[in-house]
């Protein structure tokens, strides 16, 4: 599994982090409204990897990482660190994961958060479709007014959302924050004032799109020189 990041911030201070694994990657961002949101992130990145790496690497357990386990792990390392209001201390978290294949040689993914953000998917069949359909897999943690619900802190232990997902073919994945996108700060829009016959869609940031665009051009620019 090839794994790349960018982060970027328009903020003083990035309260983003992430770290790549060899088969998947960990992202978090810092609830901007709390006193200790980036070392909350950089925290539980750093022991993700460590408590992830010492699982996959245990010949007496399955392989299959179980993402519950290793939240619950990170929550007892912080509440053990620090000191004071724990509820200072808060992130949200997406990772995915490559998790081996099915019996059948479909390739099998497994994707886990705690709060907002996006994981969006996509069929490398897709790759030279003048459409790009891109499905967002995360339900975002949420009220109706756009207030996280869950977050991962050491005040309150969250079980986090997680789903497993199976493809005959390899699938592209584009994580991101809420800084991109999460589902709830986007429209659900209309293309028909014609109630009966019209149908909905969800708007996307145009940052997506040139993404995916991005990441397509030198996939293809890869196969096509591999061909000649």
Not at 6 to 15: D, K, L, P
Not at 57 to 64: A, G, H, I, Q, T
Not at 78 to 100: C, H, K, P, Y
């Amino acid at each position: 599994m090839i794994v790349k990041a960018i982060s970027f911030t328009n903020s003083e201070e990035n309260r983003d982090s992430f770290a790549i694994l060899d088969d998947g990657i960990v992202v978090c961002d810092g609830v901007s409204s709390v006193k200790f949101a980036g070392e909350t992130a950089k925290f539980f990145t750093s022991y993700f990897a460590e408590f992830y790496k010492d699982r996959r690497s245990d010949p007496l357990r399955e392989k299959n990482p179980d993402i519950v386990e290793i939240v619950s792990r990170i929550f007892c390392k912080l509440g053990e660190e620090i000191e004071g209001d724990a509820l200072e201390w808060q992130t949200t978290f997406i990772s995915v994961l490559r998790t081996g294949l099915s019996s059948s040689g479909e390739e099998l993914y497994q994707i886990a958060w705690l709060g907002n953000g996006a994981v969006f998917v996509f069929k490398s069949s897709y790759m030279r479709m003048r459409f790009k359909p891109l499905v967002n897999l995360v339900i975002p943690d949420v009220d109706s007014g756009g207030r996280l619900t869950r977050t991962f802190n050491p005040a309150i232990f969250y079980r986090p959302s997680v789903i497993e997902i199976s493809s005959p073919e390899p699938l592209l994945f584009i994580v991101c924050t809420d800084g991109v996108h999460s589902a709830e700060m986007f429209e659900i829009i209309r293309d028909s004032e014609d109630e009966s016959g019209s149908k909905f869609y969800q708007d996307r940031p145009e940052i997506i799109d040139f993404i995916l665009e991005r990441i397509i051009a030198c996939l293809l620019y890869t196969s096509d020189a591999a061909d000649e």
